[in-house]
T-cell receptor, first 113, second 112 residues
């Protein structure tokens, strides 16, 4: 059974700092890995999708890496801003036809002005 | 098309009542998923549809839960005889094959 762990559970940084969020998974047989952002009481917004054959994806100040063999992914946020404050969720999609995702419990980020 | 929509956004009900939620996916997406999220946890998979066929259900989906997607478009999730443990955010997502997955805003259920 796939298990996804995100460390740290919470993180508080001053504005402008670069930071890294970590995600680890136990079964390397994944189809892809996706990072989401969730604001309080809201749905999920997709940030980056990395296919299993890829090593990283970039979008603006965000960079996500994937090391499938070691079961790890990182989300790097450059020059953090107060608007980045949210919960960041990592989800791995399995290789079955259903392609369901297993989520971590998220890292809650607070960026202080 | 503005994305995945869910209705209602909030539902408060008394224990023992039945509730039904609706999800309207992005129109060209043939795959639809339901997830449940409790406070401080990541979403957990409940069930999956490909077109109108329900192809997989989680063990989390007890006999009190039923989901349908009658014409391969919108989907409904019904919970019968609600319990306080059913209080959660219910999220719907849609995708076309294995492309990016789009989530709706969720329905927050509170069972008193």
């Amino acid at each position: 059974k796939q298990e996804v762990t995100q460390i740290p559970a919470a993180l508080s940084v001053p504005e402008g700092e670069n930071l890294v969020l970590n995600c680890s998974f136990t079964d390397s047989a994944i189809y892809n890995l996706q990072w989401f952002r969730q604001d309080p009481g809201k749905g999920l917004t997709s940030l980056l999708l990395i296919q299993s054959s890829q090593r990283e994806q970039t979008s603006g100040r965000l960079n996500a890496s994937l090391d499938k063999s070691s079961g790890r992914s990182t989300l790097y946020i450059a020059a953090s801003q107060p608007g980045d404050s949210a919960t960041y969720l990592c989800a791995v999609r399995d290789n079955t036809n259903a392609g369901k995702s297993t989520f971590g419990d998220g890292t809650t980020l607070t960026v202080k002005p | 098309d503005t994305g995945v929509s869910q209705d209602p956004r909030h539902k408060i009900t008394k224990r023992g009542q039945n509730v039904t939620f609706r999800c309207d996916p992005i129109s060209e997406h043939n795959r639809l998923y339901w997830y449940r999220q409790t406070l401080g946890q990541g979403p957990e998979f409940l069930t999956y549809f490909q077109n109108e066929a329900q192809l997989e259900k989680s063990r989390l989906l007890s006999d009190r839960f039923s989901a349908e997607r009658p014409k391969g478009s919108f989907s409904t999730l019904e919970i019968q005889r609600t319990e306080q443990g059913d209080s959660a955010m219910y999220l719907c997502a849609s995708t076309e094959q294995f492309t990016d997955r789009y989530f709706g805003p969720g329905t927050r259920l509170t069972v008193l």
